[in-house]
């Protein structure tokens, strides 16, 4: 998914420029597919010879069969009638473990797709999360055109066909050759890929397809936040449906006499997730719609207090802290942003060690993600502040501190303009 709200988590890598993070959540999938895999999915496709396991289920039934007519033959001696060969337990769990990393690794190049294009368009891209229900590339801004929004949403669905067909040509070109091992991972890659394109094509906002749809909406309507509202509707109606569909299942199931088995409730976890992400998508164009025109300038606060990095923290408690009440400070050498010092930073050292520690030894620094730029969007701003708890930003331009932007000015400006009913010219001062 592009443009989706930014996930936090662990951040693990940065490619092409852009910051990769997993999200806690993403653990959750591996362990599940790991398992599955290599309890079910691997063996069968080992009894299919490294074949697809509907396959490998048609040979299980068949050897279901003949045992029942053949009550005195054992399991190991029906195997090898049939000429099958069990692959070590231990290959199972080492190939569901490198198929869970191998679905991390096409996700990634899904939203790769994604933020590839985008910044080609000009669209500057904040990174890449992984999460238990997929991943989301966090755009700063959005699309410019209706022909740019549906390059950017085509962009990760035609990476995973190029994966599908590549691992696909593989598998069926040079499969012979390859130890059954290497067919079953193949052949599980080339499914892997189409399946995640069958399921992002699917048309509800803020899926690729809904985003496609919402393109085509935009195109067709003039008009962005009336494309959204349409696309975001059909995005909760297809998570209806997908809620719908797994209490239909689980109502089965548990009619069956069994319990209520894991698919159903991912249905409906996958639904909920569908509607809620819907929802949020259009009240970020209608946030994004109450700070149209305004950047990051209109509510700067240029009368920054400022500390340079070689004061002790005695002499920052008393001449800082206590003279100015500020919870945080930026730091400047030579007159170039370095890192913020906040109270907490502070408390964390001994009150011993304040005669000589330094504000450089304790500082921390602030990632150059969360910096923000004058002429950066202002909704795009104050989202990023919700996600990640921020009360403030530093505004840093050429490395040099430029002022702070704060989530009460922020507000503040939003709450006026809305009691005004239109724009506000001008900077905000403090």
């Not at 597919?33 to 396959?55: I, Q």
């Not at 040979?59 to 029942?68: A, G, N």
Request: with cysteine; charged share 15%.
């Amino acid at each position: 998914m592009a443009n989706g709200g930014m996930i936090s988590g662990w951040r693990i890598a940065r490619l092409f420029g852009i910051t990769i993070r997993i999200h806690a959540t993403w653990l959750i999938i591996f362990g599940l597919l790991t398992v599955s895999l290599a309890g079910n999915l691997l063996p069968l496709s080992n009894l299919a010879g490294g074949g697809p396991w509907w396959k490998g289920s048609e040979v299980l039934q068949t050897l279901d069969r003949f045992y029942q007519t053949h009550p005195g033959m054992g399991r190991a001696e029906v195997e090898r009638l049939f000429g099958i060969q069990r692959w070590p337990t231990w290959h199972y769990w080492l190939l569901g473990a490198i198929g869970a990393i191998g679905l991390f690794v096409c996700v990634l190049a899904h939203e790769i797709g994604h933020s590839l294009v985008a910044r080609q368009a000009g669209i500057p891209v904040e990174g890449i999360t992984l999460f238990v229900f997929g991943g989301v590339s966090k755009l700063r801004e959005e699309a410019a055109s209706p022909g740019v929004e549906f390059k950017v949403a085509a962009a990760g669905p035609l990476m995973s066909v190029a994966i599908a067909a590549a691992c696909g040509g593989l598998y069926y070109g040079l499969g012979h050759r390859l130890p059954e091992q290497s067919r079953s991972l193949l052949y599980y890659f080339m499914f892997i890929n189409f399946a995640l394109v069958v399921f992002n094509l699917l048309p509800g906002f803020p899926l690729d397809g809904g985003r496609l749809l919402r393109a085509i909406l935009w195109k067709h309507f003039g008009d962005l936040a009336r494309a959204t509202a349409w696309a975001a509707g059909a995005g909760r109606l297809l998570g209806g449906g997908f809620v719908v569909v797994g209490a239909l299942l689980a109502w089965q199931e548990f009619a069956s006499g069994g319990g209520i088995s894991l698919g159903p409730i991912w249905w409906i976890l996958i639904g909920l997730f569908l509607r809620q992400a819907a929802k949020a998508g259009y009240q970020q164009m209608a946030l994004r719609e109450a700070f149209v025109g305004l950047t990051v300038r209109n509510v700067i606060r240029e009368d920054v207090i400022a500390v340079p990095p070689d004061l002790t923290l005695d002499q920052l408690v008393d001449g800082y802290f206590y003279s100015y009440r500020f919870r945080s400070f930026p730091v400047l050498e030579g007159g170039h942003f370095i890192g913020m010092i906040s109270l907490k930073d502070v408390q964390a050292i001994p009150r011993s060690e304040w005669i000589r520690r330094t504000v450089r030894e304790t500082m921390h620094q602030v990632r150059e993600e969360n910096h923000v730029r004058p002429q950066d969007d202002l909704a795009n701003v104050f989202r990023k502040m919700m996600e990640e708890g921020k009360g403030h930003l530093p505004v840093v331009e050429d490395g040099r501190l430029r002022g702070i932007v704060t989530r009460h000015d922020i507000m503040t400006l939003l709450q006026l303009r809305t009691d005004l009913g239109g724009p506000m010219p001008g900077r905000m001062s403090s």
